[in-house]
């Protein structure tokens, strides 16, 4: 198993930025979007990386061979669509820019990794 390890990116704007900057993106093609509104979305979305890699370690861990186990930092296209569809979410609340997914054969291979983890 190869465990990788990234510098912390810490948000360095505040969550009021972070949300006026998702809206700028959500209301306007990204192209013509101020590249400062850009560096505070990539921020908030770069911030999210070393806790996404440390779930997924975790979840490497039960080094289970009949799971597959993935990751995934949600695209700035895939935060504008999402934005796009619920007009009232606020970047900064978005609860899905990072994830972790166990994909199991069989839902006793579900059970046996439940398990595993408690």
């Known amino acids: 198993m190869t465990v990788v390890y990234y510098d912390y990116v810490k948000p360095r704007y505040s969550r009021k930025q972070v949300d006026r900057s998702g809206s700028v993106i959500r209301d306007n093609e ?15 979305r770069s911030s999210m990386e ?31 669509a999402k934005l796009c569809r619920d007009d009232e979410l606020k970047l900064s609340k978005m609860q899905d820019i990072a994830g972790c997914r166990v994909i199991c054969s069989s839902i006793n291979d579900v059970y046996d990794y439940r398990d595993l983890r408690r």
């Open 30 to 44: 990204i192209s013509l979007v101020e590249k400062s509104d850009l560096e505070v979305v990539h921020n908030w």
């Open 50 to 80: 070393v806790p996404l890699l440390k779930a997924y370690n975790l979840l490497l861990d039960a080094d289970l061979q009949s799971v597959v186990i993935t990751k995934r930092l949600k695209r700035i296209e895939s935060i504008k």
